[in-house]
Structures are given as structure tokens and as C-alpha cells.
């Protein structure tokens, strides 16, 4: 069963409820830093509108393709109707559907750097919603590990009232740390798209380490299905880190004293 909060007449679920304060937060920084920015514009309200629509359909059909035989597979209506709401999903559609909603209004600006602090917030608030309701992690003797109500699903240590991990409080620490660090960095690392890409880098890094604390099923040589998406995607994340770095786009951060003279 659904977390549920009652006010009143209305349930409300607890999950969607921390969703949509998060997705509201980002709205309010995406536009707080495109008015700083000089970007508030209809492109950038069309990369918005591809971010949301891509972003909702990406975390819906996210656990499609669970199984290598496809037979095992749901349909996609089942996907859509049940579906796991990845946030791996979610950030792979919401950035496939601003490449999307660019293409087709004909933009060719950047607009990562716009977003980045923005998902930073929001997902550290969503992740509240994810932190009342879902398995916390794996067990551990660690003097900070939680306990969760035998009702959690996916969750054996519940059952057995073991201590688990705090895995969706680490995340919220690491986003809250990250907003606050690509705030810092927006005005050092100038050149479009980078600070997106040092958003990205970092948290693909910690989703995968932190992957080994989460309650989420192995897979195959210890991994869970995550950190199999994410082995390539760090691969390409470092070959892009490192065009970067040649081309000196984070000079002003990592050589500060040098650019200064």
C-alpha cells in the first residue's frame, strides 16, 4: 500500500507529494537563474516544458526492460501504469526531452548549466518522499542506521527489524552539497554546458558508490542494474571531463592562483 498523508477529505501520497515540492523548487531556481542569466525566453520555456514531459515518461517506463529475455518484460501499459520511477529514467528522459523540444523549436543555445542547480535542489527534496517510503538500504552496524516499518516492500531487513543504511539521506546530503558547490562554480566555470557536465560526472560517481549501500538486487558480479547503466556512462563521462580539461574550461577552478597572474 501507498504512503498516504490525509488532509482532511484528501489522501495524498506521501512519495508524490516530496515529487512535486521538489520539481516545484527547481522550477523556481531554473527560472531564478535564467533571469540572472538574461535566458528567460520562450526557448528556454520549451526546454522547461521537454524536461518535464521527457523527465515524467523517462521515470515511468524506467523498469521496461528489467529482464534480458523481453518476454519477461510488462508491456509498456504496465510499465507506465507500475512502473519502478527511476531516477536514472527520469534524468535520461528529461534530458532526451529537451534535446528533443530544442530540436523541434529550432534552439541551439545551451541550457544544462540552467538546469543543473535546479535538479540538484529538487532531487534533494524528492528524495524525502523516497527517504519516508522506500527501503532505506542494506544492513549495517553503523550507530547512524535506520529502522522502517515491517510494510515497506522490497525490504527483508524491515521485516527482521534490522538497521539499515540511511541510503536516501546520503543522497540528500550529497545534492544539498552539490547545489551549494555549482553555485560557487557557476561563475568559475564560464563556457556553456560544463557546469551540467561537472553536475552529471559527480553524481553519476556517487550513485554508483552508493549503489553498493542501496537495497536495490545484484544482478550479476555484485552490481545492481544502476551501476550496470552507469559503468558506460562514466566511461563516456571521463573521455567528456577530459576534452573538457584540455580545452581549459576549468582552468579558473583548478588553477586559480595561474589565472589570477
Not at 531554473?30 to 521515470?59: D, K, P
Not at 515511468?60 to 512502473?83: I, Y
Not at 520511477?85 to 528529461?94: D, E, F, K
Request: aromatic share 10%; hydrophobic share 50%; net charge positive.
Amino acid at each position: 500500500m501507498v504512503p498516504q498523508w490525509r488532509i482532511g477529505p484528501v489522501m495524498l501520497p506521501v512519495h508524490g507529494v516530496f515529487v512535486a515540492l521538489g520539481v516545484l523548487a527547481a522550477a523556481v531556481v531554473f527560472i531564478i537563474e535564467a533571469r540572472r542569466r538574461g535566458a528567460v525566453n520562450e526557448q528556454s520555456l520549451v526546454a522547461v516544458t521537454g524536461a518535464l514531459v521527457g523527465g515524467a515518461v523517462g521515470m515511468r517506463l524506467s523498469g521496461w526492460a528489467e529482464h534480458l529475455d523481453v518476454r519477461l518484460n510488462p508491456t509498456l501499459l504496465q510499465a507506465w501504469e507500475f512502473g519502478s520511477r527511476s531516477i536514472l529514467g527520469g534524468l535520461l528522459g528529461a534530458y532526451l526531452g529537451v534535446l528533443i523540444a530544442k530540436r523541434i523549436g529550432g534552439y541551439t543555445g545551451k541550457t544544462g548549466d540552467l538546469f543543473a542547480p535546479a535538479v540538484a535542489l529538487g532531487m534533494a527534496i524528492g528524495r524525502v518522499g523516497c527517504h519516508l517510503t522506500e527501503a532505506p538500504g542494506r544492513p549495517t552496524n553503523l550507530p547512524w542506521g535506520v529502522h522502517a516499518p515491517a510494510g515497506v516492500p522490497k525490504c527483508p531487513g524491515c521485516l527482521t527489524g534490522a538497521a539499515m543504511h540511511p541510503s536516501f539521506l546520503y543522497e540528500i546530503a550529497f545534492q544539498l552539497a552539490a547545489f551549494v558547490v555549482l553555485l560557487w562554480l557557476r561563475n568559475r566555470v564560464s563556457h556553456p554546458g560544463e557546469l551540467f557536465v561537472l553536475y552529471v560526472a559527480g553524481y553519476a560517481v556517487f550513485r554508483f558508490v552508493v549503489e553498493f549501500v542501496r537495497a536495490n538486487e545484484t544482478v550479476w558480479l555484485g552490481l545492481t542494474r544502476p551501476q550496470w547503466f552507469l559503468l558506460p556512462s562514466l566511461l563516456v563521462i571521463a573521455v567528456r571531463l577530459r576534452a573538457g580539461y584540455r580545452r581549459g574550461h576549468y582552468d579558473a577552478v583548478l588553477r586559480r592562483e595561474a589565472v589570477a597572474t
